[in-house]
């Protein structure tokens, strides 16, 4: 468990504030409580007073606690909000209903810099949450959609290669054009790094390598390589590529070309659709041993990540811990958008069902 250990230890060298909208859920209490007793954050609790306070057993201490409904700041979020979204036909008194919805009020909190990330969906869905983030704190600048990614965690004894591994996109993007795909693979390694503080080696995978099969799936994944290629030369990107020549030296060895930069040493798998990479990463998770964190979003302004409504106190730690690291890596000098790309923001409006929506609960 090294490569976690060192983000904990990492969280815990400059402690970060992290709101949870969720406060009065005893997961999210306890997660809360074990991130101030172990040095990590300095969390911020929203909820009913009383109900927050419950949840953490009548022991606040280190912990902000704060009530949407109420909080002297609401009036200035609810007209921040509604400069933000007036184009999309918000009103004010629309604005003032929708900050008192602790999703809202939670990004809206990182968003003006009052806390650096935010940690939700114990208890709303993957649509909610990721919503919220969406239309409040907004895109990071030259992302085009938000995804995800797993860390998987191999440590225990019978795994012949140990440490820290991004699966990408495991959790929002059902089935990614080349152009969204070579997206994804850019913030997939970009979040290996703010993770590990390690160069990335991103491998693309398909079901075919450097040309062993042919079609339409294999060409998009390629046509992505070379839009990563072409956008960051320096970064170490090598498709399409078999998921056995990406992890294993020796079937690298035989399967790549000449020249080829993986040969069985990737560290940020990108895969294809997210069939593949939710199937992968349970796969890898429940039979294979790995440690499985996340979905954690990339291509966000600042930190907003989700949780999986089955999750443990653990859990809730565990992402308390790397929506630090991410804060910490973050650039600071970065400016938030002023509004939504139309086609993003309208995505999210959509009525229809969730899974129609690009999101699926995965964890």
């Not at 983030?133 to 085009?144: E, H, N, S």
């Not at 990540?305 to 730690?317: E, T």
Request: glycine share 8%.
């Amino acid at each position: 468990m090294l490569a976690l250990d060192r983000i904990i230890d990492a969280a815990r060298a400059a402690p970060r504030s992290i709101v949870l909208p969720e406060g009065s859920d005893p997961r999210i209490a306890a997660g809360a409580r074990r991130a101030v007793d172990e040095g990590i954050a300095r969390p911020i609790l929203l909820g009913a007073h009383e109900e927050v306070l419950a949840a953490l057993g009548g022991d606040a201490r280190g912990i902000a606690i704060e009530d949407p409904a109420t909080a002297p700041r609401g009036e200035a979020y609810a007209e921040a909000l509604h400069l933000l979204r007036h184009a999309k036909g918000m009103d004010l008194p629309a604005a003032r209903r929708r900050i008192r919805e602790p999703l809202a009020y939670a990004a809206m909190m990182v968003r003006q810099g009052d806390a650096d990330g935010t940690v939700g969906g114990a208890v709303a869905t993957t649509a909610e949450t990721v919503r919220a983030a969406l239309q409040i704190i907004g895109l990071a600048p030259g992302a085009k959609i938000v995804s995800s990614f797993f860390l998987m965690i191999l440590c225990e004894e019978y795994h012949a290669q140990k440490g820290a591994y991004v699966f990408s996109d495991c959790g929002l993007v059902i089935d990614p054009d080349a152009a969204e795909l070579a997206d994804i693979a850019r913030a997939a390694a970009h979040s290996y790094t703010a993770m590990t503080g390690e160069a990335p080696r991103v491998a693309m995978l398909s079901f075919s390598t450097n040309g062993s099969a042919r079609h339409q799936r294999v060409d998009k994944v390629v046509e992505a390589v070379r839009l990563v290629r072409q956008a960051e030369p320096d970064l170490v990107i090598e498709g399409e590529l078999q998921f056995d020549a990406a992890f294993v030296a020796t079937v690298g060895a035989a399967k790549t070309a000449p020249g080829s930069q993986i040969r069985g040493d990737a560290n940020v798998f990108v895969f294809p659709n997210l069939d593949a990479a939710n199937i992968g990463y349970k796969i890898a998770q429940r039979m294979g041993g790995a440690k499985a964190i996340g979905p954690v979003l990339q291509g966000l302004a600042k930190p907003a990540n989700d949780l999986s409504r089955g999750c443990s106190q653990d859990d809730v730690f565990h992402m308390i811990a790397l929506t630090c690291a991410q804060a910490s890596r973050a650039d600071a000098g970065r400016a938030l958008p002023s509004a939504m790309p139309a086609r993003v923001d309208s995505l999210w409006q959509s009525p229809r069902p969730s899974t129609d929506l690009g999101v699926t609960r995965a964890g």
